[in-house]
């Protein structure tokens, strides 16, 4: 399998992109932002659109989208009283966006589907390079604010009262978790990307005690998914997203069902 | 004995209803006092300015050289599913990675606390008093000489209630920690405070705990 360029590039891009969502999962669920991020990944497919219709590359049109929608969509939530509702009428309004975006531009329905589903066979050396880099850039920016970004996740009423700057350390995650949405959506699409972002963690959740173990095992979850993911796709044919989903929600919930067994007992 | 706070015509509005207005008082350093007042007469605002949460509307208040002040809120967002241990809990307020002194000033904390035995026990399943006395220890790691609790033994059961105050009365007798109690509990301050506030109709009075009774009861 590793003697074709194709799989070579897909493991290592996924491989970071596995670290990088896995680790910043772990505030994903720790802060309930678990449905921002699946609307930041609607927002991501508009901008995947935008760009097309530009005739740019899908990743530098879902970073901007998801740039400005993680900003404003995070400030609704923190403000608004009509929290989900506000975020359903963006989600809504930047999913008809997209669709705008990808019959002005007259790309074929096949260019949708990566979008939507995740193409990572495709990502050439440049692609797997870009990845790489922007995920580095998302581990740096969550390693140097991690004491305040722990404090503020895991206990935000208490952080307030000792006083850590939580106003600045919401905003540099937002802009970690766009980009990690926007990165994420390149193996497993902009659709799915949620699903690395919140099911590794959600596990984790239950088998972490501090925070460098759930993130040890949000990671390892996130790897194992995108590695066996890929393999399983390479020898059947069929799309690595549709194994990636179905071994992260297998996880979820044989974890779940211990946790809740153990506890009856 | 020196004061540690002193307060001046402190006022606050919101809009146009006053909250309270021209409270003065002082702390002695090494004091032990109990905010008592009706729930909604303000307290928990007093503290909010005390802690730079809040600005007032007029008056002034200092704190003496030297202060570390720590501050336990009244309400904290643990759930059951709430995945931290205590231990880890308690060092949030610490460097993820920890060296060696500040492993040790957390197991001091969490000795001081009574938790040292059950530090590896999800936050999500301690009991409420186990809770607050981690939130305490939290708030300890930053080694503090004047600690403000709100409301901290609200929603506790009798036995977790006088556990908590032996631990804080503890504290106050073995390392000077000055504390300010936030309750409307009347009977727990006279149990365990020496001195109260009373915060109520925007006015406060101040006092020898023992007093307390003929003056307002």
């Not at chain 1, 975006?101 to 193409?119: D, P």
């Not at chain 2, 509307?57 to 570390?68: K, L, P, Q, Y």
Request: aromatic share 10%.
């Amino acid at each position: 399998m590793f003697a074709y360029g194709f799989m070579r590039n897909a493991f290592l891009a996924s491989t970071f992109i596995a670290i990088t969502c896995g680790t910043v999962g772990v505030y994903v669920v720790a802060r309930n932002f678990s449905f921002l991020a699946h609307t930041l990944s609607e927002i991501g497919f508009a901008g995947a659109a935008f760009a097309v219709w530009l005739g740019i590359g899908p990743l530098w049109g879902m970073l901007l989208f998801t740039l400005l929608g993680s900003i404003s969509v995070g400030e609704l939530s923190l403000h608004s009283e009509q929290k989900e509702s506000s975020i359903s009428a963006i989600s809504a309004l930047f999913t008809g966006l997209g669709v705008l975006f990808l019959a002005i531009s007259g790309a074929n329905s096949n260019y949708a589907t990566n979008i939507l589903f995740g193409s990572i066979i495709g990502v050439d050396h440049q692609g797997v390079i870009q990845l790489i880099a922007l995920s580095i850039i998302v581990l740096l920016m969550i390693f140097s604010i991690q004491r305040s970004l722990n404090f503020d996740s895991f206990d935000h009423i208490g952080a307030l009262a000792h006083g850590v700057k939580t106003g600045a350390v919401s905003v540099i995650f937002l802009i970690a978790l766009a980009m990690s949405v926007s990165i994420g959506a390149q193996i497993v699409g902009s659709l799915l990307v949620f699903i690395l972002l919140t099911l590794p963690p959600a596990t984790a959740n239950y088998l972490g005690k501090t925070i460098p173990a759930m993130i040890g095992w949000s990671v390892f979850f996130a790897l194992i998914g995108v590695w066996l993911g890929l393999y399983l796709g390479y020898i059947t044919n069929l799309p690595v997203t549709f194994f990636i989903a179905v071994i992260e929600v297998a996880v979820y919930l044989v974890t779940y069902f211990t946790h809740i067994i153990k506890h009856s007992l | 004995m020196s004061d540690i706070l002193e307060v001046n015509n402190l006022s606050m509005r919101f809009d146009k209803n006053n909250v309270f207005d021209n409270l003065t008082f002082r702390l002695k350093r090494g004091s032990l006092t109990a905010l008592l007042g009706p729930n909604g007469t303000g307290k928990t605002t007093l503290i909010n300015i005390l802690m730079s949460m809040l600005t007032p509307s007029s008056g002034s208040f200092t704190f003496a050289d030297g202060v570390r002040l720590g501050y336990v809120p009244q309400f904290r967002n643990i759930d059951a599913e709430y995945p931290l241990s205590i231990e880890a809990f308690v060092g949030l307020n610490a460097p993820i990675i920890k060296n060696g002194q500040t492993k040790e000033a957390i197991k001091k904390q969490l000795e001081e606390t009574n938790l040292y035995q059950i530090k590896n026990t999800r936050m999500g399943e301690a009991s409420g008093g186990q809770k607050q006395r981690a939130y305490l220890a939290q708030a300890l790691l930053d080694n503090p000489n004047m600690i403000i609790l709100d409301e901290a033994t609200a929603s506790l059961d009798p036995m977790a209630k006088d556990e908590l105050m032996k631990l804080i009365r503890h504290l106050n007798e073995k390392h000077k920690i000055t504390v300010l109690f936030v309750t409307h509990d009347i009977s727990l301050a006279h149990k365990y405070m020496q001195n109260y506030l009373y915060l109520n109709h925007g006015q406060i009075e101040h006092g020898e705990m023992s007093q307390f009774k003929e003056a307002y009861e």
